[in-house]
């Protein structure tokens, strides 16, 4: 995505996200994405690349609609948005995992640490 970066802001675990509920047995991983715009024009994203990395090294696709509330965020020219992404996660896996943007050399993120 040309003239757009991505980066993990925060992360954390929900049982469900206003009325979705994840799997049996799984809970869902809330990723918050900060969205900049370096461009001339607005862009619109269904999707954002980034996937949750549990710590056995098991990886994880976001949940299908990815973004929430909406299937679809437009950011401004020179704008910045957040944008949440869902990873629907089996519950075992979600403690010590890693929301992590993909880019051409690999994935590159932050860290999730639940409190026991």
Do not use: C
């Not at 040309?2 to 509920?21: H, K, P, W």
């Not at 980034?50 to 056995?56: K, P, R, T």
């Not at 090294?57 to 929430?68: C, F, M, R, S, Y």
């Amino acid at each position: 995505m040309y003239g757009i970066e991505l980066s993990v802001a925060g992360s954390a675990v929900r049982r469900g996200v206003d009325g979705r509920r994840p799997g049996p047995n799984h809970v869902f991983v809330v990723a918050d994405v900060e969205v900049v715009n370096r461009g001339d024009a607005p862009v619109a994203l269904s999707r954002v690349p980034a996937v949750f990395l549990a710590a056995d090294g098991t990886q994880h696709d976001p949940a299908v609609p990815a973004l929430w509330p909406d299937e679809e965020v437009v950011v401004g020219a020179y704008e910045t948005a957040v944008v949440k992404v869902l990873f629907d996660v089996a519950r075992t896996k979600a403690a010590g995992g890693a929301v992590r943007i993909v880019r051409g050399d690999g994935p590159t993120g932050r860290r999730l640490h639940l409190a026991s």
